[in-house]
């Protein structure tokens, strides 16, 4: 059973920086497409950003879009998500997850949460004013 493991998360001052990671267990990363998702109290798990199994191409959030950089080594099974300019409004728990399909269109897919099989169990983002 593959399992997916983030990190990194923390308490960080307006404007400053964190990394999160996602590390996989198992072979099969490489053809997992991956995402991040996030969810703050009281509101529904948010997409945040989202890369391909095939070409690691890229997608993200407008909220996040400049800020975030979502990326992935297949040699390590790890997922990474570096943020920048981070804001009170990024405070959430965010979690990574895994969608096993190998699906090639990824069009109105990437930001459904039912797309994804696998999660991890989260890591809490604080962001302070």
């Known amino acids: 059973q593959v399992q997916l493991v983030e990190s990194g998360g923390g308490l960080v001052q307006a404007g400053g920086s964190l990394r999160l990671s996602c590390a996989a267990s198992g072979r099969t990363f490489s053809s997992y497409a991956m995402g991040w998702f996030r969810q703050a109290p009281g509101k529904e798990r948010q997409f945040v950003a989202f890369?391909?199994?095939?070409?690691?191409?890229?997608y993200y959030a407008d909220s996040v879009k400049g800020r975030f950089t979502i990326s992935r080594d297949n040699a390590k099974t790890t997922m990474y998500l570096q943020m920048n300019s981070l804001k009170p409004g990024d405070t959430a728990v965010y979690y990574c997850?895994?969608?096993?399909?190998?699906?090639?269109?990824?069009?109105?897919?990437?930001?459904?949460?039912?797309?994804?099989?696998?999660w991890g169990q989260g890591t809490q983002v604080t962001v302070s004013s």
């Open positions: 997850a895994a969608d096993t399909s190998r699906r090639t269109s990824f069009k109105d897919t990437y930001t459904n949460t039912a797309n994804y099989d696998l």
């Open positions: 890369v391909t199994w095939r070409y690691g191409n890229t």
